[in-house]
């Protein structure tokens, strides 16, 4: 599903440029909803064949689907009541049925077993890191007696991630096709609970509240353990934490479930719990923001484009005491990435409120590789490629990755365009 700027989101209404009834068969790499969250419509458009995914993207996709439908029904409802879409009778990009209907085509398939899902094609899953269930995929076609492997990177976690496995070295491969995130950048090399007990401690003691919007798969759950390292070892005040966000506590839950992805000992699962207070009620919700005294609340949109977290900004964003973190990659086009660029004003529900709270990035604490992570990672494949295709990154950063690709390792490159079609 595209996500950040008007006119990439824009495509998201467009008919899928396949038939989508004539689809065999869906690969999931994870479940964040940027590579998820258009499996409703292509349901609707037709797609009745099976969606594979792993056994952790497919818990995932039990609370992202839904979620992701009830906010597409509330903005159009919203929409239709204040009238403030072009559009009449405002419509959702999908519904709730269109997701549970996503959600009974789920196939569930371990890493490393190997799949057979339409004739000829193969699919085998690679641990990949980055949040619960990432996959990269190996993909064997037999075409005519010609094989050929096609190896999909999925999005590609950091070797020394504080909380999740490193993603598995690559199988050979005629073909790779990478994500390019990070790809023009290294996250900086600074230690991050030294930086976060730092940005917390002076908050607090300037009588303001720390927000932090978070992904709630994947970052609300890192943020969670680098506070409860950081309390346990007294080295921030004893204020409370609150994780404001439904889906991110039902998220918090599945680390117990699939121990063997992560690194958390069953103690420390079970920190993010005793030490923490969850909101999910609405009711609940409202009344923390009107609660005054110091504290770290993270809820989401990590890149505060909806939900709760809009209303924690309205109240906090005004007053220089507070200090709004974000902690993981902010696309063009959206709220958060205005913010960490020097907006002095965040526009809110129709709003414009004046930002005088300290904004901080935290960007080390982002669950993609960066460039060099991605090229090390790219390197332990055991042969070169014929060729490597680069996507999934704005497309500078792309542009970027592809050529440090050539340098660095000698690959013959290529960034495909919007809708470009590639015969392998």
């Known amino acids: 599903m595209f996500q950040g700027q008007h006119e990439e989101r824009r495509r998201n209404w467009s008919r899928f440029p396949v038939d989508a009834s004539t689809i065999d068969a869906v690969v999931l790499t994870h479940a964040h909803i940027d590579h998820s969250g258009w499996l409703p419509r292509l349901v609707d458009e037709g797609f009745s064949g099976a969606v594979y995914c792993t056994p952790g993207t497919a818990d995932l996709l039990e609370l992202l689907l839904p979620d992701a439908a009830h906010l597409q029904e509330e903005e159009a409802r919203y929409a239709n009541k204040k009238g403030s879409s072009r559009h009449s009778p405002a419509l959702p990009l999908f519904t709730a049925r269109d997701a549970q209907r996503a959600l009974d085509a789920l196939t569930v398939v371990d890493l490393?077993?190997?799949?057979?899902?339409?004739?000829?094609?193969?699919?085998?899953?690679?641990?990949?890191?980055?949040?619960?269930g990432a996959a990269s995929v190996l993909m064997t076609v037999d075409d005519r007696g010609a094989r050929r492997r096609v190896f999909f990177s999925g999005d590609v976690g950091?070797?020394?991630?504080?909380?999740?496995?490193p993603?598995?070295?690559?199988?050979?491969?005629?073909?790779?096709?990478?994500?390019?995130?990070?790809?023009?950048?290294?996250?900086?090399?600074?230690?991050?609970?030294?930086?976060?007990?730092?940005?917390?401690?002076?908050?607090?003691?300037?009588?303001?509240?720390?927000?932090?919007p978070v992904f709630a798969?994947?970052?609300?759950?890192?943020?969670?353990?680098?506070?409860?390292n950081l309390r346990e070892a007294g080295r921030i005040p004893r204020v409370p934490i609150v994780l404001n966000s439904p889906m991110?506590?039902?998220?918090t839950?599945?680390?117990?479930?699939?121990?063997?992805?992560?690194?958390?000992?069953?103690?420390?699962?079970?920190?993010?719990?005793?030490?923490?207070?969850?909101?999910?009620?609405?009711?609940?919700?409202i009344a923390l923001t009107r609660r005054r005294e110091p504290m770290i609340i993270l809820s989401a949109s990590g890149m505060a484009t909806g939900g709760r977290v809009l209303h924690h900004l309205l109240q906090l964003a005004p007053d220089a005491r507070n200090t709004i973190m974000f902690v993981g990659y902010q696309a063009?086009?959206?709220?958060?990435?205005?913010?960490?660029?020097?907006?002095?004003?965040?526009?809110?529900?129709?709003?414009?409120?004046?930002?005088?709270?300290?904004v901080v990035h935290l960007d080390a604490l982002s669950a993609h590789a960066d460039r060099d992570e991605l090229l090390t990672w790219l390197g332990s494949c055991p042969e070169p490629p014929r060729h490597t295709w680069v996507v999934h990154g704005e497309p500078e950063t792309a542009a970027a990755f592809a050529d440090a690709i050539a340098a660095d390792l000698g690959w013959s490159t290529h960034v495909p365009a919007y809708g470009e079609r590639i015969v392998l």
């Open 112 to 132: 490393h077993e190997v799949t057979t899902i339409a004739a000829g094609i193969e699919v085998t899953f690679r641990r990949a890191g980055h949040i619960l």
């Open 158 to 165: 950091r070797p020394n991630d504080s909380v999740m496995l």
């Open 167 to 212: 993603p598995e070295p690559i199988p050979s491969a005629d073909h790779i096709v990478t994500e390019s995130t990070y790809g023009d950048r290294n996250h900086e090399a600074i230690d991050v609970e030294a930086t976060l007990a730092d940005v917390v401690g002076r908050t607090i003691a300037r009588g303001g509240s720390v927000l932090i």
């Open 217 to 228: 798969v994947g970052r609300a759950q890192t943020v969670l353990h680098a506070l409860g």
């Open 248 to 251: 991110a506590i039902d998220a």
């Open 253 to 285: 839950e599945l680390y117990t479930r699939h121990r063997s992805e992560h690194r958390l000992t069953t103690e420390q699962c079970a920190r993010m719990w005793n030490e923490v207070e969850y909101t999910r009620s609405v009711e609940e919700s």
């Open 332 to 358: 063009a086009g959206t709220r958060g990435h205005a913010l960490v660029n020097g907006a002095k004003l965040v526009r809110v529900y129709g709003e414009d409120v004046p930002l005088d709270a300290e």
